[in-house]
């Protein structure tokens, strides 16, 4: 099985910094990655699709780039309310494998 | 509008089963598949399988495909999963989360802590 490995696990930056998060692939997955963002005591929620595609409503800070086995989610200027834990997801076939989630925490 | 309601929180024994229900409304049912994801106490999100509301073909996680169940009734539009001889580690919440296909999960259910204990 293809296994989702994100860096960093956690992070601390301030507001207004630019905040890039990895995930990595054992193997290629094309364009098949997912990004979702779960703040504290909250259920999970969808920010990007086929690595790249901004869900509705999601703000324009957030972005997503990446093919094969390297993505990243960047968050071009933090802002308070975007601390949460995020998830990378393979969504090419089953087993839909999540990373392992990249806290992110304001300094 | 999309709504995945789930069955309330279970207390269960080590070595018992547990069945969680998820409503589905706001969408037509057999459209669209149903993954389960549970995340333990603190942890990370850890996908557990998927079935097609349409055609009843499934997915489950290696580590899980000989305890776990998941189905489907159409005429409900209620998603199941069931989980056998449960141990303290799969203590969790159990969410069920709407799958398109070729698409992501989009709209997830609340939740349902199951919690094992003696």
């Known amino acids: 099985d293809i296994q989702m490995t994100q860096s960093p696990s956690s992070l601390s930056a301030s507001v207004g910094d630019r905040v890039t998060i990895t995930c990595r692939a054992s193997?290629?997955?094309?364009?098949?990655l997912v990004w979702y963002q779960q703040k504290p005591g909250k259920v999970p929620k969808l920010l990007i699709d086929v690595a790249a595609t901004l869900q509705s409503g999601v703000p324009s800070r957030f972005s997503g780039s990446g093919s094969g086995t390297h993505f990243t989610l960047t968050i071009s200027s933090l802002q308070p309310e975007d601390v949460a834990t995020y998830y990378c997801?393979?969504?090419?076939?089953?087993?839909?494998?999540f990373g392992g989630g990249t806290k992110v925490e304001i300094k | 509008q999309v709504q995945l309601v789930q069955s309330g929180a279970e207390v269960q024994k080590p070595g018992a089963s547990v069945k969680v229900s998820c409503k589905a409304s706001?969408?037509?049912?057999?459209?669209?598949?149903i993954s389960w994801v549970r995340q333990a106490p603190g942890q990370g999100l850890e996908w557990m399988g998927w079935?097609?509301?349409?055609?009843?073909?499934?997915h489950y996680a290696q580590n899980l495909r000989d305890r776990v169940t998941l189905t489907t009734d159409t005429s409900t539009s209620t998603a199941y999963m069931e989980l056998r001889t449960l141990g303290s580690d799969d203590t969790a919440v159990y969410y069920c989360v709407r799958k398109p296909m070729g698409a992501a999960s989009d709209y997830w259910g609340q939740g349902t802590l199951v919690t094992v204990s003696s």
């Open positions: 706001g969408y037509t049912f057999t459209s669209y598949g």
């Open positions: 079935i097609s509301a349409n055609n009843g073909d499934r």
């Open positions: 193997q290629g997955i094309s364009d098949r």
């Open positions: 997801q393979k969504n090419d076939n089953a087993p839909l494998t």
